[in-house]
C-alpha cells in the first residue's frame, strides 16, 4: 500500500509563494526518486522538477529555473515544492511521484502518483 498525498495548493496573485508538501508512505522513502508534475486545463501532464535518493542534483523545467526548487525530508518521508514569483501560467493540478529510478523527467518512468493538488495564481 503506496500513498503519496499533496498538500499546500490555493488561490494566490502573481508574484506570491506557495510551498506544496508531498507526505508519502507505504516506500522506502529514500530508496525514490521524487517528481513534481502538473497539468493544465487542456495540456498534458508536464515535469515541473526532479529530485534524486540523496537530494543532489535537482533538476528543473527551463519554465520554473529560479523560481521553484524541489527539497525532501527523508526523516519525514515529505518532498516539497517551493513556488516563488508565481505566475498565471503557473495555474495547474501539480502532482507528486517517485520513481525506483534516479531522477526522471518522463511521467511514464514514475511508478506512484499522487491525487494532486490545485495552484490557481491570478494576474
Known amino acids: 500500500q503506496v500513498q503519496l498525498e499533496e498538500s499546500g495548493g490555493g488561490l494566490v496573485q502573481a508574484g506570491d509563494s506557495l510551498r506544496l508538501s508531498c507526505a508519502t508512505s507505504?516506500?522506502?522513502?529514500?530508496?525514490?526518486?521524487m517528481g513534481w508534475f502538473r497539468q493544465a486545463p487542456g495540456k498534458e501532464r508536464e515535469f515541473v522538477a526532479a529530485?534524486?535518493?540523496?537530494?543532489?542534483?535537482?533538476d528543473y523545467a527551463d519554465s520554473v529555473k529560479g523560481r521553484l526548487t524541489i527539497s525532501r525530508d527523508n526523516a519525514k518521508n515529505t518532498v516539497y515544492l517551493q513556488m516563488n514569483s508565481l505566475k498565471p501560467e503557473d495555474t495547474a493540478v501539480y502532482y507528486c511521484?517517485?520513481?525506483?529510478?534516479?531522477?526522471?523527467?518522463?511521467?511514464?518512468?514514475?511508478?506512484?502518483w499522487g491525487q494532486g493538488t490545485q495552484v490557481t495564481v491570478s494576474s
Open positions: 511521484a517517485a520513481s525506483a529510478f534516479n531522477v526522471l523527467t518522463t511521467r511514464s518512468l514514475y511508478h506512484y
Open positions: 507505504g516506500l522506502t522513502f529514500s530508496a525514490y526518486s
Open positions: 529530485i534524486s535518493w540523496g537530494g543532489s542534483s535537482p
